[in-house]
């Protein structure tokens, strides 16, 4: 007989029996899984190891996993879907079909309930940041756990962005140098999240796939970011205007650089990748991972060209 162990669930703070709970929503990984080349799916930190779910934690009790299912579930109907289906062709380029995305709350409580999850499974007070900024962290993260059961209306002083992702091989004008050769691959089909700080700043980032998420604590506004700031209501335009520097050298030069080259393959590893690419060609060449690998490909040869002019 099973005996199940009772913790307090780090939402309600309740004794319960807790669950596996996704710190990135299960529909992700399905997704990643089902249009990968080889239909397994490979951990950034342990990339030599095929899996087939993304990580679980003992976190939630049953009760605040329907919570946080409800919002994941009009996401992944009303908005990641759609986009990824929809608006962006097979290689990652945007179509053009869906102008925007109509939401409400939800929304922005998808966003907060992902960025409270990263918080609540990391121990970020490890590392070396200065203790106003942990002490920020606290807050915020007591503000977001309040305003997911409903008992606070806004999520607190902070601001949270979505960035629509799309393959870079459409556009236009010059490439900057510390591009990562592998940035399609990056924006296209990596999940990724963490906290964001410096001296004095501190947020939360995460990304699934060709869509990320960016909440800014400290400071809790940005400037410049255009179309990306999501509210309790409103739209949210898939063809957007970033100006912010931190928003846009982040998510396009300083991460990719930071997790691109910690994924790396054993000579094994490459060899059972080939035999799965070769055991069924056409789902390899159709996936969005061999096209995104390919646009990165041209990338490369655009960069190393605007070099020699």
């Excluded at 296209?188 to 800014?216: C, H, W």
């Excluded at 998510?251 to 054993?266: A, D, H, Y």
Aim: glycine fraction near 4%; proline fraction near 4%.
């Amino acid at each position: 007989m099973e005996i199940k162990k009772i913790s307090e669930c780090a939402l309600c703070l309740k004794e319960k029996t807790l669950c596996d709970s996704h710190i990135i929503p299960s529909f992700v990984y399905k997704w990643l899984k089902d249009t990968s080349a080889t239909g397994y799916l490979r951990n950034g930190n342990s990339p030599n190891l095929r899996q087939q779910d993304g990580l679980k934690l003992k976190l939630l009790c049953n009760e605040c996993e329907s919570i946080l299912n409800e919002t994941e579930t009009l996401f992944a109907n009303n908005v990641f879907h759609p986009y990824i289906n929809t608006e962006l062709d097979s290689s990652g380029i945007a179509t053009g079909k869906i102008k925007f995305f109509q939401y409400n709350e939800w929304l922005l409580r998808f966003i907060i309930s992902l960025h409270w999850r990263i918080l609540a499974s990391k121990d970020y007070t490890s590392y070396d940041r200065p203790l106003k900024l942990i002490a920020k962290l606290n807050e915020i993260k007591e503000d977001w756990r309040q305003f997911l059961l409903k008992t606070k209306i806004n999520a607190g002083p902070c601001e949270s962005h979505i960035v629509f992702l799309q393959n870079m091989i459409s556009g236009q004008g010059r490439l900057p140098e510390n591009l990562n050769n592998k940035i399609n691959y990056y924006l296209l089909r990596f999940v990724d999240g963490t906290i964001v700080s410096s001296i004095n700043k501190i947020s939360v980032f995460s990304k699934i796939g060709p869509i990320a998420f960016f909440t800014t604590i400290n400071p809790n506004k940005l400037k410049k970011t255009g179309d990306s700031k999501i509210k309790m209501t409103g739209k949210a335009k898939t063809a957007q205007k970033l100006s912010n520097p931190l928003l846009t050298n982040f998510l396009f030069i300083t991460r990719p650089n930071e997790v691109i080259p910690k994924v790396t393959f054993s000579d094994n590893q490459w060899n059972k990748i080939e035999e799965s690419y070769n055991s069924n060609l056409k789902r390899a060449t159709n996936s969005m991972t061999w096209k995104a690998f390919e646009s990165d490909e041209m990338l490369k040869i655009r960069k190393e060209h605007q070099e020699k002019i």
